[in-house]
């Protein structure tokens, strides 16, 4: 007769080990996969990777350099800027339908919550560079280009965090201005955008962040800001003037980041 003291159930230790186990021979197989000869490894790539590294260290600061990296500087803010603004103005509207907060009725709530995630998730699907070339082929090489590129799938990014935000939102002091007679609308103006707001504005920020980046990557297409002088540096292997430019595009990110802290600080002062 089998004792059951000596049955031992599978416990989700043992799942981690199975989990480790499948994920180390997948990177094993992969690796064996990999083609280790000459074409994979570049022979002259640690002595160029030295030459950029210590290129970091002599950025050129002459006063044309500097100059054109101001003004690069603020193409890119102004790109990224804009651009959080057209995912705000698309994200917003879009992102509190898709939480189903305002929606009473099931059917009603179900088709809203559907629609808005779909058209979310078509924004967010496609990336950044994928717009741009369709922006380029519509508009131009144009700061309308770049703008709409960051916009349209930082639009779907937003409006997806920020119905979710707004769902989490704690449902007790809802009820309380529910059960005053407050409409749905009333609750969700006085109740739960509030509550959610320093979550909302933490998130805005720190996609203002990638937006700053993304503004950069836009310069890679043709579209200006400080990537496109990156890539003229880099084109030309004036790593030095390269640096200087990533150093101004750290900056920005920096600045961005010193920005939020103090809004977030004050917020919850």
Same mark, same amino acid.
């Given at each position: 007769?089998?004792?059951?003291?000596?049955?031992?159930?599978?416990?989700?230790?043992?799942?981690?080990?199975?989990?480790?186990?499948?994920?180390?021979?997948?990177?094993?197989?992969?690796?064996?996969?990999?083609?280790?000869?000459?074409?994979?490894?570049?022979?002259?790539?640690?002595?160029?990777?030295?030459?950029?590294?210590?290129?970091?260290?002599?950025?050129?600061?002459?006063?044309?350099?500097?100059?054109?990296?101001?003004?690069?500087?603020?193409?890119?803010?102004?790109?990224?800027?804009?651009?959080?603004?057209?995912?705000?103005?698309?994200?917003?509207?879009?992102?509190?339908?898709?939480?189903?907060?305002?929606?009473?009725?099931?059917?009603?709530?179900? %088709?809203?919550?559907?629609? +808005?995630?779909?058209? =979310?998730? $078509?924004?967010?699907?496609?990336?950044? *560079?994928?717009?741009? !070339?369709?922006?380029?082929?519509?508009?131009?090489?144009?700061?309308?280009?770049?703008?709409?590129?960051?916009?349209?799938?930082?639009?779907?990014?937003?409006?997806?965090?920020?119905?979710?935000?707004?769902?989490?939102?704690?449902?007790?002091?809802?009820?309380?201005?529910?059960?005053?007679?407050?409409?749905?609308?009333?609750?969700?103006?006085?109740?739960?955008?509030?509550?959610?707001?320093?979550?909302?504005?933490?998130?805005?920020?720190?996609?203002?962040?990638?937006?700053?980046?993304?503004?950069?990557?836009?310069?890679?297409?043709?579209?200006?800001?400080?990537?496109?002088?990156?890539?003229?540096?880099?084109?030309? %292997?004036?790593?030095?003037? +390269?640096?200087?430019? =990533?150093? $101004?595009?750290?900056?920005?990110?920096? *600045?961005?980041?010193? !920005?939020?802290?103090?809004?977030?600080?004050?917020?919850?002062?």
């Amino acid at each position: 007769m089998l004792r059951l003291s000596r049955i031992t159930p599978i416990t989700s230790v043992d799942n981690r080990k199975w989990l480790t186990l499948i994920l180390g021979g997948a990177l094993v197989l992969s690796l064996l996969q990999v083609d280790w000869g000459s074409s994979a490894v570049h022979t002259g790539g640690l002595a160029a990777a030295g030459e950029i590294i210590g290129s970091a260290f002599t950025p050129r600061v002459d006063i044309g350099t500097l100059g054109k990296a101001f003004s690069e500087a603020w193409t890119t803010v102004a790109l990224a800027v804009a651009g959080l603004t057209v995912a705000l103005a698309i994200g917003v509207p879009i992102g509190v339908f898709a939480s189903g907060v305002l929606a009473r009725e099931t059917r009603f709530k179900v %088709l809203n919550i559907g629609a +808005a995630r779909f058209a =979310l998730a $078509f924004f967010r699907s496609i990336h950044e *560079l994928v717009w741009a !070339w369709i922006f380029i082929v519509a508009v131009g090489l144009s700061p309308m280009a770049a703008v709409l590129a960051i916009g349209i799938p930082y639009a779907g990014i937003l409006g997806r965090v920020y119905a979710d935000l707004l769902q989490d939102v704690p449902e007790a002091p809802l009820q309380a201005l529910r059960s005053s007679g407050a409409s749905e609308w009333r609750v969700f103006l006085y109740g739960r955008l509030p509550m959610a707001t320093p979550d909302i504005l933490s998130y805005t920020y720190y996609r203002l962040e990638c937006g700053i980046r993304a503004a950069a990557v836009m310069g890679f297409v043709g579209l200006g800001g400080l990537g496109t002088e990156i890539q003229l540096s880099l084109q030309d %292997l004036d790593y030095s003037r +390269a640096w200087t430019f =990533l150093y $101004f595009l750290i900056a920005l990110v920096a *600045l961005i980041d010193i !920005w939020s802290s103090m809004v977030r600080r004050r917020i919850a002062a």
